[in-house]
């Protein structure tokens, strides 16, 4: 066990961005099917403000630093999720990546940039946004569960995760792509690998029944347990229920594991407690975000920078 010592997995600071209009995302519905229903006249922008701001003081509660943005826009209806259009790693390295719906790539800010800037090392900014006019996709974090101890980049095909643009990141950010076909009981692919799986520094969360093919199930789990990791299978009702959108993170006296109080419910004790033994389960309450069909990993772009 890897408790006390630092991990490169965990990071201690965070970028999140509270809305201030928060809607559901039509346009992303076709391929998004954790998405709820909602009425367009119910106006959700205080709740979902109240669930980030909460959010955020828990996070901090816990000795994690968050850097909050607001967005006041009005045509940035998934703002909240800023994972999937940056990423950070160790030797000083970001990434801007190019977002499948229209809407998404307003999401991309340059101020969020400066403030790393500033803020931490930053030796290099990778932008493949370049890539959207050639129809070729890679939502950050969301399509991509980064292992950043055993440097492999976990992978679910989809519209929203093309093989030749994580080609791309994997040779430039140094990570052994591992693609695979995961689909939900109604035979959909599932649109971003994050809402699947969530590797941690002692353990790793995945939803096994949705990776239809046996083989590469088992190259998965191996090559998880490898790293000396505890593999801890979710149900398909459970990943519906968000539990594998989680985000280890080191806090003030150690390692915690950010997840919606909607997933934590989800889990059951044997489960729980094999977390707890490497991590503290944090549970944050954002029902309403959810309904946009991301839960607290999408929240939390993780920042794996050196401070100045």
């Known amino acids: 066990m890897r408790h006390h010592a630092y991990s490169v997995q965990a990071p201690a600071a965070v970028v999140m961005v509270r809305p201030h209009h928060f809607t559901v995302n039509t346009e992303t519905a076709a391929d998004n099917h954790f998405q709820a229903a909602v009425d367009a006249r119910d106006d959700l922008s205080a709740i979902a403000h109240d669930e980030i701001t909460k959010a955020e003081n828990r996070l901090e509660e816990h000795g ?49 940039i400066e403030m790393l800037k500033q803020r931490y090392r930053v030796q290099d900014v990778i932008d493949y946004s370049g890539l959207e006019p050639d129809g070729l996709f890679l939502e950050g974090t969301g399509a991509m569960v980064l292992d950043h101890i055993d440097r492999v980049a976990y992978a679910v095909r989809s519209d929203r995760t093309d093989p030749i643009a994580l080609e791309r990141f994997c040779t430039h950010f140094n990570f052994e792509p591992m693609v695979f076909d995961a689909r939900d009981e109604t035979g959909a692919p599932i649109y971003h690998t994050n809402v699947l799986m969530c590797v941690a520094t002692d353990f790793a ?30 149900t398909n009702r459970q990943i519906g229920l968000f539990a594998g959108n989680a985000l280890e993170l080191q806090g003030r006296d150690r390692r915690i594991l950010a997840l919606s109080t909607t997933a934590f419910r989800a889990l059951d004790q044997d489960q729980l407690a094999i977390i707890a033994q490497s991590a503290e389960p944090v549970a944050l309450d954002i029902p309403t975000i959810e309904k946009a069909g991301g839960s607290v990993r999408c929240t939390l772009a993780g920042i794996h920078l050196l401070p100045r």
């Open 64 to 112: 994690i630093t968050v850097h909050l943005f607001e967005d006041e826009g009005t045509a940035t209806p998934d703002s909240v999720f800023p994972n999937n259009w940056f990423s950070t790693h160790a030797g000083g390295h970001v990434a801007i990546y190019p977002m499948k719906a229209e809407s998404r790539r307003r999401e991309r800010r340059s101020d969020v």
């Open 205 to 234: 969360l995945i939803g096994l029944d949705m990776i239809a093919n046996g083989k590469r199930r088992d190259e998965i789990i191996a090559r998880l347990e490898r790293s000396g990791r505890r593999v801890i299978g979710l």
